[in-house]
């Protein structure tokens, strides 16, 4: 059973851009989590998404954005990078938003704002 | 708001030898979970351990145990047996009730190192 998979496992982008990241949970999960993790603030909470709707969303401005598509991939878009945008930006999955058995994490994207 | 603390940025251990890894959080809920996560070099996020916080029973999954104390809030993870391959990170996790979505809230890791 494949995992988490993220995609790119890199990637560095010019302030100002925008960037996508993707995220495919595992086959049958259905609820995706996105969390920035950096070594200042920790692993934050980014959104989640649950049947293509934003459940939950954290404490981050607008130019952090998500979707979920009918196959229960994500993506999450950040526009006008910041360097402070630099992290590595995980999405977790779970069966429902209520997965009491945890959630499986991705490997990450890590993100350089150059 | 939900905090987790984990008071130890780094531990060391003797392979073999046990070693506790604390943490504690803070919460005005009845309903909860807690977990603990592991982040080898490879980044990604392993579980570990999970604790409800309505079973009075701490958890247990084969060489990893929780020390789950709900009135004092703390949740300490115990590795018995260490091996090398238990060197990484360690986050522990709180995660609101049934109803509350996944959100999880992170401690700020402790990062644990096996001397051979």
């Known amino acids: 059973k494949a995992g988490v998979t993220q995609t790119p496992r890199y990637l560095i982008k010019t302030r100002g851009q925008q960037v996508t990241l993707s995220c495919s949970p595992i086959?049958?999960?259905?609820?995706v989590s996105w969390y920035q993790q950096t070594p200042g603030q920790g692993l934050q909470f980014l959104f989640e998404?649950?049947?293509?709707?934003?459940?939950n969303k954290g404490n981050f401005p607008g130019r952090f954005s998500g979707r979920q598509f009918s196959n229960s991939r994500s993506e999450m878009n950040v526009s006008t990078l910041e360097l402070g945008d630099s992290a590595l930006y995980l999405c977790?999955?779970?069966?429902?938003?209520?997965?009491?058995?945890?959630?499986?994490f991705g490997s990450g994207t890590r993100l350089t704002v150059v | 708001a939900q905090t987790v603390t984990q008071s130890q940025p780094e531990m060391s251990v003797q392979e073999a030898e046990t070693v506790t890894l604390s943490c504690t959080y803070d919460?005005?809920?009845?309903?909860?979970?807690l977990f603990w996560y592991k982040q080898p070099p490879s980044r990604q996020m392993i579980l570990v351990i999970r604790?409800?916080?309505?079973?009075?029973q701490n958890a247990t999954e084969n060489r990893f145990s929780v020390n789950f104390q709900k009135a004092a809030k703390s949740f300490s993870l115990k590795i018995s047996d260490s091996q090398l391959g238990d060197a990484a990170m360690y986050f522990c996790?709180?995660?609101?009730?049934?109803?509350?979505?996944?959100?999880?809230?992170f401690g700020e890791g402790t990062q644990l190192t096996v001397n051979p």
């Open positions: 977790a999955s779970s069966l429902v938003p209520t997965g009491n058995k945890g959630y499986t």
């Open positions: 086959s049958g999960h259905r609820s």
């Open positions: 998404y649950f049947s293509e709707t934003q459940r």
């Open positions: 919460t005005s809920e009845s309903d909860y979970y």
């Open positions: 604790q409800e916080a309505y079973k009075q």
């Open positions: 996790a709180y995660r609101r009730g049934e109803t509350s979505g996944s959100r999880l809230t």
